[in-house]
């Protein structure tokens, strides 16, 4: 495997480069189940790509391996990510973070937030929640979205920096602007509790309204808990019996807690109307499925990012 010797070194000079090269198209053929040599696999496929951003050339070991040989940042950070999740049974996070750091020393955003994400989590290396905020903040500047959410996280729960709710507000809202899902609902969470900003339920809902949209399972939560409790007086069980269950089929699995409490007041609305309204509610979920499909994937090797 490569060490973190040659990845160190290949920013000394540029005489490095190639070496580097020819090492990580090697580890990319052995470490991801082709069984022969770099040399070998030159000879019996040529390289008949195109398409550098294709998803078969991003997941296919020989041209990924290419793609890396060329130095493409994406297929760095890519090989990075197939370490981290296991790919073809091999798992290791102390190679997707050496691979991640290489990425990211390229200027590579993406790579960036994945090793904000490694820090943040122990995984490959110590955790450490100020380099994980250090490496978020980064890759926010260089444009990543998912990595502006995590710096408003930072500064909302004073990881990493100093408690801040209105420059979380300010973070969360540059995300939400650049797209990311999750960013909304905590738009709305602050807009909520009147943290960094005045407290303002209608604009809340709003916010929750666009979550929800894009497909974040919280926003459609906190929509059910809207509309059950009458916030900003919008009072309705049968739409918030729509909310929870449209909650529980978008939530993560793993995520356990908000799944039950999810079933949980969907099954305690139900039993408190009758049958017309539940069947409103059912058509009313049928609608919420195609409203609330996500917009951007959690996980994408194409897009080479991860939330661990």
Not at 26 to 47: I, K, M, N, Y
Not at 145 to 150: D, G, H, L, P
Not at 253 to 258: A, K, L, M, T
Request: a negative charge.
């Amino acid at each position: 495997m490569i060490s973190y010797k040659i990845i160190s070194e290949i920013e000394s000079g540029e005489g490095m480069k190639n070496s580097f090269y020819v090492v990580c198209l090697t580890v990319v053929l052995f470490g991801f189940g082709t069984g022969v040599s770099a040399e070998e696999s030159s000879e019996a496929r040529p390289d008949t790509f195109t398409d550098i951003e294709s998803n078969k050339d991003m997941l296919d070991p020989y041209n990924l391996g290419l793609l890396v040989e060329r130095g493409d940042v994406k297929a760095i950070n890519n090989v990075g990510l197939l370490w981290a999740t296991g790919h073809d049974g091999k798992q290791s996070f102390e190679e997707a973070v050496k691979w991640w750091t290489e990425a990211a020393n390229r200027g590579y955003p993406l790579a960036m937030n994945n090793l904000g994400l490694a820090y943040a989590n122990g995984q490959g290396v110590d955790q450490d929640i100020k380099q994980a905020f250090d490496w978020w903040l980064k890759s926010a500047i260089g444009g990543n979205a998912w990595a502006m959410n995590s710096v408003g996280d930072c500064y909302e729960t004073g990881d990493g920096v100093a408690k801040d709710y209105v420059l979380a507000m300010t973070w969360y809202k540059t995300a939400a602007d650049a797209g990311d899902p999750l960013a909304h609902y905590n738009v709305g969470a602050l807009y909520q509790t009147g943290q960094g900003v005045d407290r303002n339920l209608d604009t809340a809902h709003d916010w929750f309204m666009r979550g929800a949209e894009l497909g974040d399972p919280y926003s459609m939560l906190s929509l059910g808990d809207f509309y059950r409790d009458g916030f900003g007086g919008q009072k309705d069980l049968v739409e918030a019996l729509s909310w929870y269950q449209v909650s529980s089929l978008r939530l993560d699995p793993q995520d356990v807690g908000n799944l039950n409490f999810a079933e949980s007041e969907a099954r305690s609305i139900e039993g408190q109307l009758n049958e017309p309204q539940k069947e409103e509610a059912a058509t009313r979920l049928e609608y919420l499925k195609k409203f609330t499909a996500p917009q951007m994937a959690e996980q994408n090797l194409d897009e080479g990012e991860s939330r661990i």
